[in-house]
T-cell receptor
Framework: AQSVTQLGSHVSVSEGALVLLRCNYSSSVPPYLFWYVQYPNQGLQLLLKYTSAATLVKGINGFEAEFKKSETSFHLTKPSAHMSDAAEYFC???????????FGQGTILTVHP | GAGVSQSPRYKVAKRGQDVALRCDPISGHVSLFWYQQALGQGPEFLTYFQNEAQLDKSGLPSDRFFAERPEGSVSTLKIQRTQQEDSAVYLC??????????????????FGAGSRLTVL
């Protein structure tokens, strides 16, 4: 079985500051891990994915995430926040042969000027 | 089409009514998923199709929920005798790969904008 825990339902940062969104996972098989972003009234958009090729994964819009097996974590970071980054972010794990995703509860990112 | 299309975008139903939500996946995508997203929550899996075959329906909350994909393309999620707890956004997603021929856990799901159902 797979599960995801996102620490912090709300994160607030200043424009230009570091963004850190935390995700811990549990999986009975080697996991594939994903971060999705959701803007209001829109569907989920893929930011990045980990598929075991490299532990540091770079995604769109300057985001990256590092897979740490020993910590069962896949935290999302961005060095410098932009106002347009304000959205809800979801971490997800896939452990089935057909890519069924199990999502975390989401973290709402607010960016202050 | 270029993306996953869902209709209607918004649906208001009276308790006890039946509703049908449509999903038009990306052309050629083998896999199709339905998720339910309650307010303030992450999406929760409902059901999975590989072409026209419904291979996983473990997330359907009750027998009032029914999904089909008869020709392996467009899918419909039907909810009978709607209840207030059915109010949520219903998301459809599709991906190119399927379950056969090896591990496809890395398949990327492309999501539609969702259908927001409000049951009064």
């Amino acid at each position: 079985a797979q599960s995801v825990t996102q620490l912090g339902s709300h994160v607030s940062v200043s424009e230009g500051a570091l963004v850190l969104l935390r995700c811990n996972y549990s999986s009975s098989v080697p996991p594939y891990l994903f971060w999705y972003v959701q803007y209001p009234n829109q569907g989920l958009q893929l930011l990045l994915k980990y598929t075991s090729a490299a532990t540091l994964v770079k995604g769109i819009n300057g985001f990256e995430a590092e897979f740490k097996k020993s910590e069962t974590s896949f935290h999302l970071t961005k060095p410098s926040a932009h106002m347009s980054d304000a959205a809800e972010y979801f971490c997800a794990v896939s452990g089935t042969s057909y890519g069924k995703l199990t999502f975390g509860q989401g973290t709402i990112l607010t960016v202050h000027p | 089409g270029a993306g996953v299309s869902q209709s209607p975008r918004y649906k208001v139903a009276k308790r006890g009514q039946d509703v049908a939500l449509r999903c038009d996946p990306i052309s050629g995508h083998v896999s199709l998923f339905w998720y339910q997203q309650a307010l303030g929550q992450g999406p929760e899996f409902l059901t999975y199709f590989q072409n026209e075959a419904q291979l996983d329906k473990s997330g359907l909350p009750s027998d009032r929920f029914f999904a089909e994909r008869p020709e392996g393309s467009v899918s419909t999620l039907k909810i009978q005798r709607t209840q207030q707890e059915d109010s949520a956004v219903y998301l459809c997603a599709s991906s190119l790969g399927g379950a056969g021929g090896g591990y496809s856990g890395a398949n990327v799901l492309t999501f539609g904008a969702g259908s927001r159902l409000t049951v009064l």
